[in-house]
């Protein structure tokens, strides 16, 4: 390139140099412009993407959330709406009942919170009739554990009265009555929380349900027992079936209302856990409670001995249910109320009805309080 000029234009290949280089500096800004152009297009792209999938995840978080609330209102699904009809068993006034009326539940809530009360009943007559009660396989069984003591006081022993015994023994000792104030007490139930949707029952029973939940079964059974709110109903019996730590058991105690309250399950874990939480809450033998080890499908009871019983999600554990319905009829008078909770997954409403019914109950009733459970109830024929 350079051998063609001549010997006196050498600052013609120097302003050639100058000018290609500043050629390819505009090129090269050219391209980073053009680059830092497309950066920035792709960026701004990405930013409105994301903001769309964030505005479909909000969106689709609030549709379902909205969809579980109308389920949830919803007393059944299409399906078993359709069971529901189709069963001449079922009483046609299914409908959703979340406990009671705010005023009965602030009332019978009201009540419970208060501290609990030595049983009107003296002691000795308490330990008869809870002993009288009882099979006459059982009684030597009974006496040891619920006669007087050498104070002259029910010695609250649990209760072992079944055959086969595979979860362990609890520790033989009497009732431990603490010193100090009772720890016992509810604060009144806020009706329709968001909360009712995702609560679900624990299958083993140790309390960890919400107590607002637990108040309203607390609320629903008394009312449905129809069980007088301002003294004490003399004689009345109630039954906490499958009770796990006695929870209802302790409340119905606690009540005032009644002159025996058997909390009856098979676990050890759970009465020694029943025996440990009704001791915190000062409350026992002195207000007719009396935990026993049985099981529903052969309860030691005798004959027409309650007038009240509550199973609180514990019908789909039973092996045997038939049976066990069976046996809870008979240690119900005449006209005694059963109120039952169990997981509407593992049961048709037609189910329930058909068991109930056989096992010598009338009038049965079905609801939905809250999310996949089903409330039952029946009097005794």
């Known amino acids: ?131 009288a009660a009882v099979r006459d396989e059982w009684q030597a069984e009974a006496q040891r554990c619920w006669g007087l003591d050498g104070d002259g006081l029910v010695a609250g022993f649990v209760a072992t009265m079944m055959t086969a015994n595979n979860d362990g023994p609890v520790e033989e000792r009497p009732w431990r009555r603490l010193p100090g104030e009772p720890e016992a007490g509810y604060q009144a139930p806020a009706l329709y929380t968001r909360e009712d949707q995702f609560i679900y029952y624990h299958t083993k029973k140790q309390a960890r349900e919400s107590p607002d939940v637990c108040a309203k ?13 301002e003294a004490q109903s003399e004689g009345k019996v109630v039954l906490d079936l499958g009770s796990g730590d006695a929870l209802m058991a302790r409340r119905f105690a606690q009540s005032g209302r009644f002159s025996l309250v058997y909390a009856i399950d098979r676990g050890s874990k759970q009465i ?17 409670l009396f935990l026993l080890r049985a099981e529903l ?39 005694g109320r059963l109120v039952a909770t169990t997981p509407s997954q593992h049961f048709m409403p037609e189910q329930i009805a058909k068991l109930l019914t056989d096992a010598g109950f009338v009038q049965i009733a079905l609801k939905v309080p809250r999310s996949n459970v089903f409330t039952v109830q029946g009097i005794k024929a």
């Open 272 to 288: 020694e856990a029943a025996r440990h939480a009704a001791e915190q809450e000062r409350t026992g033998p002195d207000q007719g």
């Open 1 to 131: 390139f350079c051998s063609g000029l001549a010997p006196h234009e050498p600052s013609k290949m120097a302003r050639v140099l100058p000018n290609r280089s500043r050629s390819s500096t505009s090129a090269s800004s050219t391209r980073t412009l053009k680059c830092n152009n497309w950066h920035h297009r792709t960026a701004h792209r990405h930013d409105r993407q994301l903001a769309v999938r964030i505005f479909a995840i909000i969106s689709l978080v609030l549709s379902v959330s909205l969809l579980t609330s109308r389920v949830s209102n919803a007393n059944f699904s299409i399906a078993k709406v359709g069971h529901v009809v189709r069963s001449a068993l079922v009483s046609t006034a299914v409908l959703r009942n979340v406990a009671v009326s705010t005023s009965a539940t602030t009332s019978t809530v009201a009540a419970a919170a208060m501290a609990p009360k030595a049983n009107a009943i003296p002691q000795e007559k308490l330990a008869q009739e809870a002993v």
């Open 297 to 335: 499908e052969n309860l030691p009871l005798r004959d027409a001995q309650a007038d009240f019983a509550w199973w609180g999600l514990g019908m789909h554990l039973v092996k045997d249910k038939p049976a066990a319905l069976q046996n809870i009829a008979r240690v119900l008078r005449p006209g």
């Open 217 to 229: 079964d607390y609320a629903m059974a008394m009312t449905y027992f129809g069980v007088n709110t």
